[in-house]
């Protein structure tokens, strides 16, 4: 399956030698060679970056390693295809727009007899992933058509969808609207709180104490690199 990278910072920040040791995973550490995308993600602002090629691969992939960029919101993804042609439309994350912010969304994991009915939102490519996230885009979107609501509100909502679609298989996945990062675990997920970031990754990224790892089933919402009550 796929691999996650999420960060979520109090001012904006880079990944550091976390994207290193995550891009070496996409075809030399590990399996994941089937394409690698990253999002920099601060307010209504988003930089997105995908690459069908592995991450050790690919040009953009050592420009972005040489010159990293900074957000107060990063997603990364290394994709290990399970469904889905290996095609840029089908790299991680994925974007849409939902009043009126970017909001960006990376999944790790495989869903079983997973065909939505479209909504507001249709997928591109032909991934379940892509599929989930617009479905969970469109379930917010008729949930709360006067606008965006507080965050506990989100994220009641997320994650009842979310254990609507987990039904069909592995569902963990990073969703961010720029300024709050929502995690779900349904089989891997660990997070880290250090000095105003949050990271979020499949497996830690370094050997330092303080990796916390999701129980199943759960959903969390990081913001300003700090842990949502």
Partial sequence: MCQLLGLNSSVPAGLGPFFDVFAERGGRTDEHKDGWGIAF??????RLYTDHRAAIDSPLAARIRRRPLRARTILAHIRKATKGRIAIENVHPFARQLWGRTWCFAHNGDLKEFDPVPGLFVPQGDTDSEAAFCLLLSRLAARF??????????REALAEVAAGIAAHGTFNFILSN?????????THLHYRLDDGRAMI???PVDTREGWVAFAAGELKAFGSGALHP
């Avoid at 993600?41 to 988003?46: E, P, Y």
Wanted: charged share 20%; hydrophobic share 25%.
């Fill in 145 to 154: 058509p006067d606008g965006e609501p507080a965050t506990h509100l989100l």
């Fill in 201 to 203: 990754a499949t497996q």
């Fill in 41 to 46: 993600h601060s307010g209504k602002r988003c």
């Fill in 178 to 186: 720029g300024e709050t990062l929502f995690a779900h675990c349904s």
